[in-house]
């Protein structure tokens, strides 16, 4: 089972530059998310999906956008990268509701922003 | 304020130690939820357990345990003899939403066992 994939597992930007992140489940999880971990700060979350059309803000949204289209894949995109913006992003989801308390993460992006 | 706080940043012990890592919470809602998750080299973050507010039941499982006491905002893990395979870093969680959609994750322990 491929779980939670997320691409590229590298990547190095220019400031200025815009990319999106990758992330896609085969679970079937209506619940999807982006964190971002920083040292000494832990993972915070960007944004939060809790089914396909249907997104919402997280603790640092700012500087990212997301859309979900469907239920499989979750991409995040940077519109204009900032050295703020370098980070390991994860990409996370489960099945919604207090039934699964799982959250599945994905192997994570490793983000230079220069 | 950081809703989770993870004092211990980096922890070493030989293998067969045990080893207990803090986590102190904060919230105002009555119902929450804490998590443990372990992060080995890997990278991808592996879930342990949750405990609901309203159960303050400690939990053993294996050569793990957990101690979860409302009166100290307090969520501890144990690792009983430990093991090389435990180094990892441990991130404690908080939740206050009963579907999950928000987690607060403290800044992680990094637990080294050397053997």
């Known amino acids: 089972n491929a779980g939670v994939t997320q691409t590229p597992k590298f990547q190095v930007l220019k400031t200025g530059q815009s990319m999106t992140l990758q992330c896609a489940q085969d679970?079937?999880?209506?619940?999807m998310s982006w964190y971002r971990q920083d040292p000494g700060m832990g993972l915070r979350l960007i944004h939060y999906?809790?089914?396909?059309?249907?997104?919402d803000q997280g603790e640092v949204p700012n500087g990212y956008n997301v859309s979900r289209s469907t239920t499989e894949d979750f991409p995040l995109r940077l519109l204009s990268a900032a050295p703020s913006q370098t980070s390991v992003y994860f990409c996370?989801?489960?099945?919604?509701?207090?039934?699964?308390?799982?959250?599945?993460f994905g192997s994570g992006t490793q983000l230079s922003v220069l | 304020a950081q809703k989770v706080t993870q004092a211990q940043t980096e922890i070493s012990v030989v293998e067969k130690e045990d080893v207990t890592l803090d986590c102190v919470y904060e919230?105002?809602?009555?119902?929450?939820?804490l998590f443990w998750y372990k992060q080995p080299p890997s990278g991808e973050l592996v879930f342990l357990i949750r405990?609901?507010?309203?159960?303050?039941q400690n939990e053993i499982s294996g050569r793990y345990s957990w101690n979860f006491q409302k009166s100290t905002s307090s969520f501890n893990f144990t690792i009983t003899a430990s093991q090389v395979v435990d180094s990892a870093v441990y991130f404690c969680?908080?939740?206050?939403?009963?579907?999950?959609?928000?987690?607060?994750f403290g800044s992680g322990t990094k637990l080294n066992v050397k053997p």
């Open positions: 999906s809790v089914g396909a059309g249907i997104t």
């Open positions: 919230t105002r809602d009555t119902t929450y939820y």
């Open positions: 996370a989801s489960s099945l919604q509701g207090a039934s699964n308390e799982k959250l599945f």
């Open positions: 969680a908080l939740s206050e939403d009963y579907n999950f959609n928000k987690f607060y």
């Open positions: 405990r609901n507010s309203f159960d303050e």
């Open positions: 679970m079937n999880h209506e619940y």
